[in-house]
């Protein structure tokens, strides 16, 4: 892959990390959907960024950073100048220490993406080997989060889903709210050790891991494709892809648009509901999983398309920095969130509006992104990123750039 064809796939991994960390922000860094007491007192503009979130952004920009995870793949099997196996063994150690990396940050922000990666690496390596054809198959089952939907429908068809009390929800949310606004830097780690658990069940009961890993063999299959390669060859298809996929969005916009307030089943709640209203959460399951992926198809596509373009190639070559760095960025977007709105720092949760974090992330991501492109001007990799590397190698890797 050419110089110039790097650079796009890290400057949309830079424009992925400034979703994932918009996300997060937004809303004081809880990384979930807020309770039910503070989401019934939304109002006016707090209320419009809360359904752009939900709507627009929460989700899709992960799928877009587990599609480069997959295509990243590719290019390193590609690249390395060892033979399966000894590739094989080298990629397995990189991910337990990926995987170390991951549960050492999850310690201090139980929404990490690295702890979920990990394992599915080790799945990728083991379907390395299985056709284009099927790899494509299963990445959009998977990326359509059909094995979600199945576990959803078994769990509510044989009775299997336990719902919380309303008692038992409200003091589930408390212990998390005075954690982010009481908790110390070790009840974080207990709380988060005592979680860790649950967050995988949730990971499969929700399907989001299914949906990352779906992208990730799409990236694993883009890769082996050539499309970023050979781009031209490739370009008639993303576009289809793109106008296809943006309908899908305009689809689903009319849905949640012309429903608001009328149909029931667009409740995100009713997934955790056993009553009545069980039928309308399998509806909203289906929907909510078809529509994040559409969303996610369609900025993927839209964002390779824009880039093929020079005008603006150039003017977003300002996330390549950012993009090229993406664990450390990653990183270092948990501590600012941490430390501005968490207890151990400044503890500003809820003492902010939400439009007020709107003007935080993009101030902070560009001093992210200017530090970056600093930093790139002297060494070759991230912090982290060279850690990460060296760990891997097991041996010193210089990292200053010679003049």
Known sequence: MNKQRIKNVDIIRGIALLGIFLTHMLFWYRAELLPNYLKNNLNGLTKKLYWLDHFFISGKFFAIFSFLFGLSFYLMQKSVNENTRDFNIRYAWRNIIMGMIGFIHNMFWGYDILCIYAPLAFILLALQKLSNRIILILGIIFALNIPG???????????????????????????????????????????????????????IISGRIFFTFGFILLGLYVGRKGWFENFNTSKKLVKRICIISFLGVLIFFCINHFSEGKNYWLDSRNIYKYDNSLKYGLLYFIYDSFKNCSQAFFYLSGIVLILDIKFWQKRLSFFAGIGKLALTSYLSQTFIGLTLFFNIGFGLYQKTMPITNLGLTIIFFMFQALISYLWLMKFMYGPVEWVWRMLTYCRWIPNVKRE
């Open 149 to 203: 939907i199945i576990i959803y429908w078994i769990r509510i068809t044989f009775h299997l889903i336990i719902i919380e009390s309303a008692t038992e929800t409200l003091r589930i949310e408390t212990v998390y709210q005075n954690l982010i606004t009481h908790g110390t830097v070790l009840d974080l780690f207990k709380y988060n050790w005592n979680e860790l658990g649950d967050k995988y069940l949730v990971q």
